[in-house]
């Protein structure tokens, strides 16, 4: 299993569990032996401030050097400090360039149709992979992505289905999707050396027909970032869930996004 995890909330969102202090975060890492993590909080949780946003990441700092002082987490562990930012209607980005320049990286979601309320307007397959392919060509050209979060990966309490039903809606959406716009969208991602997630709830919402998606994005060249989205300290422990995934699609070193590490 690859030692990364670029995709973490702590409790700073308001949807992850209170249990994810960073403190805590650190520690469950550190006895797995990762190599980088990131925090990844929602843009919003910082209320769009850039002084909320200096705040918290001066605590992630002084918190990840108390605990090496300390002896509680190992020095050789780097902590990244990112966001998760989205696409809103009409292709807009959640946050800002001023903003986006604070944070180590951004990851763009495509699909939070939770915080949207328009999944209703979506109602069938083939009108969810038209949005789901504009959403994903927004991420993709906007200057402020650096990574995308969760493509075309559906979640089942969203759209009030169950996992079995979600997972053949999304069966039949992306037959629907336009392939060649998708193929050539991946060939500007990777020319941008932009990273797309692939995230373990792929597999436990049953959606391991988006196989096809992640062998094209490897055919065009882009690189695969490897992002756990947990929200809990128990979530930190999915991505072995990837191992075989990884194998099947021949996934190695090479194949891995990174963040981009700036020299000034």
């Known amino acids: 299993m690859f030692k990364y995890d670029y995709h973490i909330h702590t409790r700073l969102s308001?949807?992850?569990?209170?249990?994810?202090?960073?403190?805590?975060?650190?520690?469950?890492?550190?006895?797995?032996?990762?190599?980088?993590?990131?925090l990844t909080d929602h843009c919003y949780s910082f209320e769009y401030s850039i002084k909320n946003v200096s705040r918290s990441r001066l605590s992630v700092k002084e918190t990840v050097s108390r605990m090496i002082k300390d002896?509680?987490?190992?020095?050789?562990?780097k902590v990244l400090f990112g966001v998760e930012a989205e696409i809103l209607e009409y292709r807009?980005?959640?946050?800002?360039?001023?903003?986006?320049?604070?944070?180590?990286?951004?990851?763009?979601?495509?699909?939070?149709?939770?915080?949207?309320?328009?999944?209703?307007?979506l109602v069938t397959p083939s009108l969810l992979a038209i949005n789901e392919l504009y959403n994903f060509q927004?991420?993709?050209?906007?200057?402020?992505?650096?990574?995308i979060a969760h493509p075309?990966?559906?979640?089942?309490?969203?759209?009030?289905?169950?996992?079995?039903?979600?997972?053949?809606?999304?069966?039949r959406m992306m037959e629907k999707l336009n392939w060649k716009e998708l193929a050539e969208t991946l060939e500007i991602a990777a020319q941008r050396g932009i990273g797309i997630e692939l995230s373990p709830r792929f597999?436990?919402?049953?959606?391991?027909h988006l196989m096809d998606f992640y062998a094209l994005c490897l055919e065009k060249g882009v690189k695969i970032l490897?992002?756990?989205n947990s929200h809990s300290l128990k979530e930190l422990d999915g991505l072995e869930l990837l191992d075989p995934i990884l194998d099947q699609l021949g996934i190695g070193?090479?194949?891995?996004?990174?963040?981009?590490?700036w020299e000034w």
């Open 14 to 38: 308001p949807c992850a569990a209170q249990e994810m202090t960073i403190e805590n975060i650190l520690e469950r890492e550190n006895e797995k032996g990762m190599e980088v993590i990131a």
């Open 253 to 261: 070193e090479e194949n891995l996004w990174h963040p981009y590490e």
């Open 226 to 228: 490897i992002g756990s």
């Open 152 to 171: 075309f990966l559906l979640r089942p309490q969203v759209f009030g289905m169950s996992r079995d039903e979600m997972a053949e809606f999304s069966r």
């Open 138 to 147: 927004a991420a993709v050209k906007n200057p402020a992505t650096d990574a």
């Open 71 to 77: 002896e509680r987490i190992s020095k050789s562990m």
């Open 203 to 208: 597999i436990r919402y049953k959606q391991n």
């Open 92 to 121: 807009y980005v959640s946050i800002t360039p001023e903003l986006a320049g604070e944070f180590d990286f951004v990851l763009v979601a495509p699909n939070h149709y939770h915080s949207l309320n328009m999944v209703f307007n």
